[in-house]
Nanobody
Framework: VQLQAFGGGLVQAGGSLRLSCTASESISSINVLGWYRQAPGKQRELVADIGSAGSAVYADSAKGRFVISRDNAKNTVTLQMNELKPEDTGLYYC???????????WGQGTLVTVSS
């Protein structure tokens, strides 16, 4: 499965961005879809993921501000990011995970830059 992410950009603090990720194959069979972020000089970290039944998990930093959703019919997972902060800056990667703790599928990163 190939994942392609898009929607990043430059936004001022307090603004919003919507990231989308499309898959080359049906995502209905992928157990978990989500987004990781790699901030400058830091390791990749989970931002949010969503299971096949629609249950979502968020990093503490994302709770209350970000919303993840998946549309199996459109093979798309999205991340709506609101009230963005400079510390949200980073490369955002779309991921898919069928088993275990680590994703098996990674898309290319899309850059989000939040200016203060």
């Amino acid at each position: 499965v190939q994942l392609q992410a898009f929607g990043g950009g430059l936004v001022q603090a307090g603004g919003s961005l919507r990231l989308s990720c499309t898959a080359s194959e049906s995502i209905s069979s992928i157990n978990v879809l989500g987004w990781y972020r790699q901030a400058p000089g830091k390791q990749r970290e989970l931002v949010a993921d969503i299971g096949s039944a629609g249950s979502a998990v968020y990093a503490d930093s994302a709770k209350g501000r970000f919303v993840i959703s998946r549309d199996n019919a459109k093979n798309t997972v999205t991340l709506q990011m609101n009230e963005l902060k400079p510390e949200d800056t980073g490369l955002y990667y779309c991921i898919g995970r069928d088993f275990g703790r680590q994703p098996q599928y990674w898309g290319q990163g899309t850059l989000v830059t939040v200016s203060s």
